[in-house]
């Protein structure tokens, strides 16, 4: 054979492409209609649905939100995980096993069980409907994206490297901020993307504990399209597609997409 | 730099005296009652198979494994109690250990920076540091775009730029192809005698053990089997095991005559070298001491390989099997399946107690 791939791998390959791409296309598409209702833009691409979005207070304050909820959350769940991370595969402790089962196990409650107990817990304590109340929630299950991936960072150094460090005279603050944070960063950062990822597109625990006066993006466009489909939505999901692929363009440039989301530890890059 | 000298109030302290260190993991002794002591300046080797505690040992030294007992003494000075970061020890790791994300000269910068060496004296020791282990040229280079054995360079330019008290290197030639092992070594030996620093070797390799120390230890289980300079290990081993690790060697069983100056191996009798305990007793034979003639121990030629500079030919004898190493001087040795005999100058035996094991 002389090609990598034969015949039907290639066609399957395209199959599949398209399966995922195409709805993704046509949301972009409909996003231009002049009409009020979905459809093809056939008398030409309008501005019009693009303007009622930024003009729309609720979609606007929303995505505030989200970003906000999405940055402060990422951070803090990266806050966390970094030290436990490093407890976790540097240390030999009673519990180690018990505290990363702990870590991970939002990834393992369904959502709607985690919401309906948010939503009971934050009232509880007083932060029902607030920021810092979808802030916590959000960290929670967030969190092991992050850990996994900086995990894997530590993982992959070599322990030998920290000894190396000690034995020229560095004590363990020292390195940890010249050799081990440096080795790690690509592995924090891709897990900071997640995280946000994760908090951004999070619906089913937020629909919980959302108030009217401080809902995330996403769970706004639910609420909408419950009583209205008009092409708004389309216009909504254009916008965040096009941020979406932005966002990876601006990565990949700057660190390189593959080694991020698989995590390694190249930190140097050739100049 | 030097921490709080203790009061010592043994005599004769050496420079580094190490005495019962023992490590323990759930109740296995991977290293027993460790005892040594080193002169300033001094080449060591740690030479056994693999699984004798040689790391252990080495780690111990360092501070990266706690004993489980001992003591180690450096200039009088307790070292246990100190964390690695205080030993003032150098360590090249198996492994190299490079940070990755620095530079050959940033690597071994770093050791002077956390001393907080003034800066133009720290980028005239690592231009020093880089020209002695050959380097000069690579100070910018990433760890791994370098070759294993210029990797190697770096971590011992990083290791003796702090100017250690004692170097400890753990099997640092072990990743490096045969010709380039064999270079680093002389190499190794070149640079410890530039910088006189007492050096300790981990190794399995009894020719780069020989090649290099001044003395060595042998390990085995964890504990010392012998200590001693290269050759005097090589030709007086205290024991079988020994003799088999330091290269090839023939072990006869023999016979000490009553008069302690007869050695008979079957019907094989030659005068002792030196004045023996009668008694049953093991002849040890190094292979380039044998030679082929009438007399001496009866064998057949099992196999016979032809190396260049010297011929290698394995017999089965009367009393087991035997091996001898010619020079190649143009002499043919006996053909596969020939008889010969074995002859040997009488002191070139070696006799050792026949208890010692397999
Ligand atoms: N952390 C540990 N826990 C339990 N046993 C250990 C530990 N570290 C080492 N050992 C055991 O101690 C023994 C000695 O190990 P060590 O690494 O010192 O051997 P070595 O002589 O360096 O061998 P090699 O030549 O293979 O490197 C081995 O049997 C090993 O299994
Ligand atoms: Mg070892």
């Known amino acids: 054979m002389s090609g990598r791939n034969g015949f039907w791998a290639l066609l399957f390959h395209t199959v599949f492409v398209i399966f995922v791409l195409a ?8 996003a231009f209609t002049p009409e009020g209702y979905l459809s093809l833009p056939v008398n030409g691409p309008s501005l019009r649905w693009f303007e009622a979005l930024l003009n729309n207070r609720d979609f606007v304050s929303s995505f505030q939100a989200s970003l906000l909820l999405g940055t402060i959350s990422a951070t803090l769940a990266a806050l966390i995980a970094v030290p436990t991370a490093i407890a ?8 180690r096993t018990a505290l990363l089962s702990l870590c991970m196990s939002p990834l393992m409650v369904p959502s709607i069980v985690l919401g309906v107990a948010f939503l009971r817990f934050l009232s509880q304590i007083g932060l029902g409907g607030t920021m810092v109340g979808l802030v916590i929630s959000h960290v929670i299950i967030i969190t092991p994206f992050v850990l996994r991936t900086i995990m894997n960072s530590l993982g992959s150094l070599d322990s030998a490297l920290d000894n190396a460090a000690a034995s020229l005279g560095s004590d363990g603050m020292t390195t940890f901020r010249r050799i081990t944070l440096p080795l790690i960063a690509p592995g924090i950062l891709s897990g900071w993307v997640l995280a946000f990822i994760n908090s951004f597109d999070e619906v089913t625990m937020t629909i919980f504990i959302a108030s009217p006066g ?5 769970v706004r466009l639910m609420l909408y399209i419950e009583d209205s489909i008009d092409p708004l939505v389309a216009a909504v999901s254009t916008v965040l597609i096009v941020l979406a692929v932005l966002a ?8 390189g997409l593959d080694r991020m989301l698989i995590g390694t530890n190249d930190a140097d890059k050739d100049k | 730099m030097s921490p709080v000298t203790k009061a010592d109030n043994t005599p004769s302290a050496s420079f580094l005296a190490i005495d019962g260190l023992t490590k323990t993991y759930n109740k296995v002794t991977v290293v027993d009652r460790f005892a040594l002591e080193v002169e300033e300046g001094e080449f060591v080797s740690l030479l056994g198979p693999s699984g004798c505690g040689k790391t252990t040992t080495l780690q111990m030294l360092g501070g990266f494994v706690d004993p489980s007992a001992g003591s180690i003494r450096l200039e009088g000075r307790d070292l246990i109690a100190a964390p690695p970061s205080k030993r003032g020890l150098g360590m090249v790791f198996q492994s190299y250990a490079l940070f990755p994300h620095m530079t050959a000269a940033q690597n071994i910068a770093y050791g002077l920076e956390v001393r907080k060496v003034p800066r133009a004296e720290r980028d005239e020791r690592v231009r020093q540091a880089l020209d002695l282990v050959g380097l000069g040229a690579y100070g910018d280079r990433y760890p791994r775009r370098m070759s294993g054995g210029q990797q190697q360079r770096v971590a011992l330019a990083r290791a003796l730029v702090i100017r250690p008290r004692v170097l400890l290197l753990d099997e640092p030639l072990s990743n490096l192809d045969a010709n380039l092992r064999e270079e680093m070594q002389i190499e190794l030996r070149r640079i410890q005698q530039t910088t006189g620093t007492t050096t300790i070797l981990v190794t399995h390799d009894q020719t780069e053990a020989m090649a290099l120390s001044d003395r060595i230890v042998l390990m085995r289980a964890g504990r010392i089997e012998q200590i001693g300079g290269p050759e005097a290990v090589y030709a007086r081993p205290a024991n079988s095991f020994v003799a088999r690790f330091l290269g090839k060697t023939n072990l006869f069983p023999g016979t000490v005559g009553a008069d302690g100056r007869s050695i008979s191996i079957g019907s094989h009798v030659f ?3 030196a004045a023996a305990t009668p008694g049953a007793t093991i002849v040890a034979v190094r292979p380039e001491k044998l030679g082929f003639g009438e007399g001496g121990i009866r064998g057949v030629v099992r ?3 032809f190396q260049g500079t010297q011929w290698l030919v394995e017999l089965d004898t009367e009393h087991g099997p035997a091996i001898v190493q010619r020079q190649n001087l143009g002499a043919v040795p006996p053909a596969i399946g020939e008889a010969t005999g074995l002859v040997f100058e009488p002191d070139a ?7 010692a094991d397999k």
């Open chain 2, 303 to 305: 196999n016979r390989v």
């Open chain 2, 271 to 273: 005068a002792a070298p």
């Open chain 1, 248 to 255: 990876m363009v601006i990565l990949d440039r700057l660190f």
């Open chain 1, 88 to 95: 976790i595969v540097r240390h030999e402790f009673p519990g």
């Open chain 1, 23 to 30: 709805p993704i296309v046509v949301v972009c598409v409909v």
């Open chain 2, 349 to 355: 035996v070696h006799l050792m107690a026949p208890e």
């Open chain 1, 214 to 218: 401080l809902t995330t993006l996403p």
